[in-house]
């Protein structure tokens, strides 16, 4: 997970909690109701954060895969410019022996 998803699931969190927090405070109704509009916002953020994570993962996923495949490109770049090195300088060596 990137720092910057990670700032946003922070962030999230905590709009959440001061958003039930003050609503806590500020509510009218009984403490029935109270406490049930606080475990339906819970659930519903239970769901948003499942979705978001999963969001991340695939996102994760994605970016790994790109990084494995650019890597094995730039290992094989690697090793034809070793080669081509390698053949110039038993291509030197060998008139060198001469």
């Not at 650019?70 to 290992?75: D, G, L, R």
């Not at 070793?82 to 038993?90: D, H, P, R, S, T």
């Amino acid at each position: 997970m990137t720092n910057s998803t990670g700032n946003t699931i922070i962030a999230l969190v905590s709009g959440a909690a001061i958003g039930a927090a003050l609503g806590i405070l500020f509510a009218p109704d009984k403490g029935d109701n109270t406490r049930k509009k606080i475990k339906s916002g819970y659930k519903d953020l239970e769901k948003d954060m499942k979705a978001k994570l999963a969001t991340a993962k695939v996102d994760l996923e994605k970016t790994y895969g790109e990084l494995v495949s650019n890597m094995s490109h730039k290992t094989e770049d690697v090793i034809s410019f070793l080669e081509i090195k390698l053949a110039e300088l038993k291509e030197q060596n060998a008139k060198l022996q001469k």
